[in-house]
């Protein structure tokens, strides 16, 4: 079992939807969770982080996590066609020098 | 600028030729690390170092090698690179403040080929 698991996809859906993005993982002493979204060629940028149960806003973006399901998504409300980009899970188990252990990624298309 | 830069961004290379890849930060970050990124697989660690003289292995270190004499610069090194380590190569810095999460800034990425 990988230690943290997303949907290869691809995604698509149309412009002005919600993309839902999932991930789950298998550390149960992982405390922080992470979304980075990638564009192709490009190296990956932070856009959420999440730490306690329940759901996190932070503009078009709600992350929200579930930890007795270890389980941890990513909602982006009125998807745009500049959404489009590859979604990568990470999680990270406190005070591990690892820092952070990755999703193979979602991608996502957003249809114009 | 805060920035990571890596260098080469490409590069096509031939087995068994022995390889550098440069990895610097102006961010004064304690924190470096080497991933490589392949599809399907996501991004697993090589390396890593919490400061000068202090690394570590990460998921993947077989065939790499890396050294830490300069806070700013930490470079991967491929004694006998095999098409195998043929990725996508990206350097990341953070703070480090024992053990709880700074945000990792990330190099541009190094696309090796080895045929």
């Known amino acids: 079992q990988k230690e943290v698991e997303q949907n290869s996809g691809p995604l698509s859906v149309p412009e002005g939807a919600i993309a839902s993005l999932n991930c789950t993982y298998s550390?149960?002493?992982?405390?922080?969770f992470f979304w980075y979204r990638q564009y192709s060629g490009k190296s990956p940028e932070l856009i959420m982080f999440?730490?306690?149960?329940g759901d996190k806003e932070d503009g078009r973006f709600t992350a929200q996590l579930n930890k007795a399901s270890q389980y941890v998504s990513l909602l982006i409300r009125d998807s745009q066609p500049s959404d489009s980009a590859t979604y990568l899970c990470?999680?990270?188990?406190?005070?591990?020098?690892?820092?952070?252990?990755f999703g193979s990624g979602t991608q996502l298309t957003v249809l114009p | 600028e805060a920035q990571v830069t890596q260098n080469p961004r490409y590069l096509i290379t031939v087995t068994g030729k022995k390889l550098t890849v440069t990895c610097s930060q102006n961010?004064?970050?304690?924190?470096m690390s080497w991933y490589r990124q392949d599809p399907g697989l996501g991004l697993r660690q090589i390396y890593y170092s919490m400061n000068v003289e202090v690394t570590d292995k990460g998921d993947v270190p077989e065939g790499y090698k890396v050294s830490r004499k300069e806070k700013r610069n930490f470079p991967l090194i491929l004694e006998s690179p095999s098409p195998n380590q043929t990725s996508l190569y990206f350097c990341a810095s953070s703070l480090w403040t024992g053990g709880t999460y700074n945000e990792q800034f990330f190099g541009p990425g190094t696309r090796l080929t080895v045929l």
């Open positions: 961010m004064n970050h304690e924190y």
């Open positions: 550390d149960r002493g992982s405390q922080s």
């Open positions: 990470a999680v990270k188990r406190v005070g591990s020098a690892r820092q952070l252990t």
């Open positions: 999440i730490y306690s149960n």
